[in-house]
């Protein structure tokens, strides 16, 4: 059972800038979860995929946007990057079989903005 | 809105001394809850789920949790903390939406850190 896969696991990024983030699901997994992880803190929900489509999202401007392609990976694409957008952004994955699937989490990828 | 609490910011033990981790949630309804672990560097490991039934969930690496619904609270225990548990321990509450789709909120975490 292959589990979920980031890439890049470091990134450098100049403020003003566009940064895309990858992620491999779980096999078996539908459903793809984002989070931001800043320094010393818990994880805060971005949003949520689902079938190709935005299932959820937590309070974060639209310059953070996403994808789901049909095997069911997914991209973070931020744009107009501020230094508070340093952290490390988490995807997760999970079966849609029911509401109480847990989340099954990547390495992340730290994201550092200058 | 939902929140998760986790009073201890830091804590210290000594390898083979008994560990507690607390955690308190604010849900209107029956919650979905969990533990995870994070190691330096690394994403986060599920240790245990709690949905519904017996209040007392096993998971893994000789982790439990006690659901007690009256004091809102999940925490976490082992009896006997081995060197390798030190990390950061994060409860989560499933936010959930019409039965539809998850939104996960997570507490500010404790970090772990084991005396030899």
């Known amino acids: 059972e292959t589990g979920v896969t980031q890439s890049p696991t470091h990134l450098i990024k100049t403020r003003g800038q566009q940064v895309t983030l990858r992620c491999s699901s779980q096999?078996?997994?539908?459903?793809v979860s984002w989070y931001q992880q800043a320094l010393g803190q818990g994880p805060q929900f971005i949003f949520q995929y689902y079938r190709e489509e935005e299932n959820g999202r937590g309070n974060f401007p639209p310059r953070f946007s996403g994808l789901q392609f049909p095997n069911y990976s997914s991209e973070l694409n931020v744009n107009a990057l501020e230094l508070d957008d340093s952290a490390l952004y988490l995807c997760?994955?999970?079966?849609?079989?029911?509401?109480?699937?847990?989340?099954?989490f990547g390495n992340g990828t730290r994201l550092t903005v200058t | 809105a939902q929140s998760v609490t986790q009073p201890d910011i830091h804590i210290t033990v000594s390898e083979g001394a008994s560990l507690e981790l607390r955690c308190n949630y604010s849900?209107?309804?029956?919650?979905?809850l969990f533990w995870y672990v994070q190691s330096p560097g690394q994403g986060l490991q599920l240790l245990l789920k709690y949905f519904s039934g017996d209040t007392l969930v096993q998971g893994i690496k000789g982790f439990e949790a006690e659901f007690k619904r009256s004091q809102s609270s999940f925490n976490l225990r082992k009896p006997s903390v081995h060197w390798s548990d030190a990390a950061e321990y994060f409860c989560a509450v499933d936010n959930l939406r019409d039965n539809y789709g998850q939104n996960f909120v997570f507490g500010p975490g404790t970090r772990l850190s084991v005396l030899p």
């Open positions: 096999s078996g997994h539908n459903t």
């Open positions: 849900y209107g309804a029956t919650p979905y």
């Open positions: 997760a994955s999970s079966a849609k079989t029911g509401v109480n699937s847990p989340l099954h």
